[in-house]
């Protein structure tokens, strides 16, 4: 999994995976926004992108309660330079059973444990519920 740690808050120096919202506008879909949003976080190009959770959390606030997940395949593990380096630093790919301990980007770090969760029994369902959001608002 590509992992960074993040230069913003909230979580500043937490982990996180590359995320960001849809460009409506511009008529993109879910699967565009994020192929885009990966090549723009880290600059790597990733292909093949399967849907696996849709989140709903309010943890940050109610502007956007829904966070979808994806994982798919990237052309290269090569790293280019980083694209956005006052958004986010340090990204490296790393094992699913070797993640770093720390403080994490609550919704990456709940997306990545539900995706672990997917592979082991891919008939659960795909809709996660952040209780713990509810109660901290």
């Known amino acids: 999994v590509l992992i960074g740690k993040r230069k913003k808050e909230p979580e500043i120096n937490g982990w996180q995976i590359p995320g960001g919202i849809v460009e409506f506008n511009n008529k993109e879909n879910l699967l565009e926004a994020a192929e885009r949003e990966a090549l723009e976080e880290t600059g790597v190009s990733v292909k093949k992108l ?65 995706y672990k969760k997917v592979k082991k029994n891919p008939s659960i369902s795909r809709f996660v519920l952040d209780e713990a959001a509810f109660h901290n608002n």
């Not at 006052?86 to 720390?102: E, F, I, T």
């Not at 403080?103 to 990456?108: A, E, K, P, V």
Request: hydrophobic share 35%; charged share 15%; proline share 11%.
């Open 50 to 114: 399967q849907h696996f959770a849709s989140i709903h959390s309010t943890y940050y606030g109610f502007a956007c309660p829904l966070h979808n997940g994806f994982v798919g395949y990237a052309k290269s593990e090569a790293l280019p330079p980083n694209p956005e380096p006052l958004k986010a630093d340090n990204w490296q790919w790393v094992p699913l059973n070797k993640l770093p301990k720390g403080t994490w980007y609550r919704i990456s770090r709940i997306a990545i444990d539900f």
